[in-house]
């Protein structure tokens, strides 16, 4: 993929982690963070969970992994499309909730002796 399609992708990640991040947050009332602290943690959240699901051999297709620049040009796919959008806009938006709900989990967790 060229740079400019690769960073449309980050772009739509973080996006959609952010988003999903404070829709869940405000939902569900689970972090008592400012807005900005919530959509990086989604943005995080979302960058993550797409890097993980572009190493699962079933799911890399999805969110734009390729093995390596040959194999692509090969087989004529790394290119930006429609499905790889969409596949990481999912994965960012699942990335930005689990991210913000293990925040909120963690802030609500109280250690014994302190």
């Known amino acids: 993929m060229s ?14 982690g952010a988003a999903g991040a404070i829709a869940a947050a405000r939902f569900w009332r689970i972090v008592d963070l400012g807005w900005k602290s919530i959509a990086f943690v989604g943005m995080l959240g979302g960058l993550a969970l797409t890097l993980l699901a572009a190493n699962i ?11 390596s620049a040959a194999d692509a040009s090969l087989r004529g796919v790394g290119g930006l499309t429609l499905v ?4 990481v806009g999912i994965a960012g938006l699942l990335g930005g909730v689990i ?3 293990l925040v909120g989990f963690a802030r609500r967790v109280h250690i014994p002796g302190r």
Do not use: K, N, Q, Y
């Open 57 to 67: 051999p079933g799911l890399g297709r999805f969110v734009g992994h390729v093995a």
């Open 99 to 101: 991210s913000i709900s």
């Open 3 to 16: 740079g400019l399609e690769t960073a449309t992708m980050l772009l739509v990640e973080m996006i959609c």
């Open 84 to 87: 790889v959008l969409i596949g």
